[in-house]
């Protein structure tokens, strides 16, 4: 399903919950500019009973925000049957606010839109205040590139035009 602003959505939202401060997806690598052709921006939409921050950082400045403070990283997530799977990571640190840390690239307070870059990323959902009990209801989705339609039609169009040529001269050769 596509929304008025070209983001499509991967469904409806899904309530997610860790007791602990943070919800933290698995890091995901961009290496090069050719995902932006594909998936152009990432949304995460999350809402709560209480005020929630919703970021995305590089990972590596995100284990240092993190580092000692409980949160619960998503490692395995399936749409249909819905299911989360989490893996928990101890500490008793209180973290700053996260909203008053400048390592985010992008952030919201319920609607994160981010233009993919190169890099190793992570997604956060915390209470804005950093507070432990993250309860949300989240959904996801991509805002698809410019060039898919055309560079899927393009690829099979391509895929069909020099597969005709070979099996149908093939057809009559002999060896």
Known sequence: MRGRDGAATLGASHRL?????ALVSDSFTVDSAVPRRVIDKIRVRATAGRPLFVGVTLQRDLAGYLRGVSHATVEDFEVSPFSVAYADHAGDRVPEAPASRRIWTASSASDLRWQLEKGRWAVVVMNADGSPGVDANVALGAQVGPLLP??????????????????????????
């Open 17 to 21: 919950h860790t007791p602990s401060r």
């Open 150 to 175: 055309t560079g899927v039609g393009l690829a099979l169009f391509g895929a069909a035009v020099a597969g005709w040529p070979m099996s149908r001269g093939s057809r009559g050769r002999t060896l």
